[in-house]
């Protein structure tokens, strides 16, 4: 497995690989876990090179989140890359990627108008913006997203149709762990505590579910999840959303026609959580 920080040297060894076969692109931010194992390895199998590239992107970073914190470890991510068969890791410096202050700015008509778009103004120009640099920079003919962040995942399969990258953007399902909480690389912020109290997110989501006749609308479940979180007096909540899982738009009922899509997002003291789920 081939490790680039530099991204000339990258693309050079890219350009040896030629235009042929499948290439496989999986971007992360690092610290692995197996939520992403679980799109490298499903990349590795489905095309003949697998790229991964490890880039905490400073643009899709508000000015008062945690990107200075954002957990780093390069040495134990390129051990569990090369272990899944892995091609090629692109790992570059922010001032490579953005030699100067960028001055595209992406502006999305309504995608971004809810859920972690509107409560992180910027974030998802600056996901648009790196996948779109990642994409010409591998040139992959897949890129594999998880539904974990699928207001990102609905937002990139848009920008890669409408632009006509010739990229298919392969949607891959969230990975939780045992007790149902969404893999992220932010969970190791949580202290045992608040390590239980972030069940919340994934619990609520199920409850919601299963009571979808009783909650049919997406007011009943909002006023159902307020009254729940008062069993979890940590978690403070960001928002509670059913929207449309295709359109990211509101619906007034939770017919399955609409596609009703629950999607939540709370806070642990500093740390912030996403989950989601179809109804
Ligand atoms: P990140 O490193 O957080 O930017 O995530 C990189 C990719 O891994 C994104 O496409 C995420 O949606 C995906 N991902 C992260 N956590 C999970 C998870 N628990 N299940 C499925 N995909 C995930």
Redesign the pocket.
Known sequence: MRVFEDIKTFRAWRQGLGLQGRIGL???????????L??VERAVRENDHCVVT?FVNPTQFGPNEDFERYPRDLAADTAMLKAAGVTAVLAPDHKEVYPAEPQFYFNIRQLDKRLCGASRPGHMNGVVQVVSILFNLVQPSHA??????YQ??RIIQTMAQELHFPVEVVP?????EADGL?????NRYLDPTARQQALALSTLLREVKERKVELSTPEAALAYVQKRLADFPLVQLDYFEILSGETLEPIPDVAPARQPHAFMAAYLGKTRLIDNMPL
């Open positions: 999986v971007p992360t931010m690092g610290a692995l876990h197996a939520g992403h679980q799109l490890i594999y997203f998880g539904e974990k962040d990102q995942l891959c399902p969230i990975v939780r969404a893999m992220s690389s932010r």
